[in-house]
């Protein structure tokens, strides 16, 4: 019997820009395919420690079936460890459509003074960015407007920390460093909060505040629903990111 092809993973060469390294990796992914079976085949915890989600990221490659986002993120990571010039950050949106409530997440790339991202969504256009983005707020801005042509409002925009490049680190991700209520805000008020979140991540002066201080974000927002959160965040994440 005929094997199915697997598709080979992107190795970096000395020769590659790094919007050709990324390129590489979001087209890897989108050989993976999107997951549209309804079924998660891998699971990943948030909270869990990098090191062990680098363990998840390696098994994707390994067995090369089709990822959500959520799972895009964590092998967008994966792939990008040991790029000290690239960072990386999740970016999660909460959107509102037709009654229900959608939850979606990428990673986001800052490099060389320019911001972008990486993803999986059965939207092409609610996934990858390519490098261009002079500020964190305009790649938000540009998802936002993505989000309209599907007629989904965005209610909440939240953004972690950098990920160490160090894949062996016991830390978890910092998924919501900053939890903004996007619906009732101006634009220019949300822009004003991300760029000074932005400058604060450049200088890398802020601390993760999950593992200590949860009620820090709560009372901003009462994210979402906390008395379902204990259950599989990862299954919500992007349970119908329709993205």
Known sequence: CVQPSVPPVPNYKLSMSIPEWLQAIQTYMKMLQYNHTGTQFFEIRKSRPLSGLMETAREMTRESLPIKCLEAVILGIYLTNGQPSVERFPISFKTHFSGNYFHHVVLGIYCNGRYGSLGMS???????????????????????????????????????????????????????????????????????????????????????????????ERPRGKSLSPRRRQGSPQRRACRRDKS
């Open 122 to 216: 059965r939207r092409s256009d609610l996934m990858d960015k390519p490098l261009t983005y002079r500020t964190l707020s305009d790649l938000i801005f540009e998802f936002e407007d993505s989000y309209k042509k599907y007629l989904h409002s965005v209610k909440k925009v939240k953004i972690g920390l950098y990920v160490p490049h160090e894949p062996h680190s016991f830390q978890p991700i910092e998924w919501k460093q900053l939890v903004l209520n996007v619906s009732k805000m101006m634009r220019t008020e949300v822009r004003k909060e991300l760029e000074k979140f932005a400058r604060d991540m450049r200088m890398k002066i802020l601390k993760p505040s999950s593992g200590h201080s949860p009620m820090k």
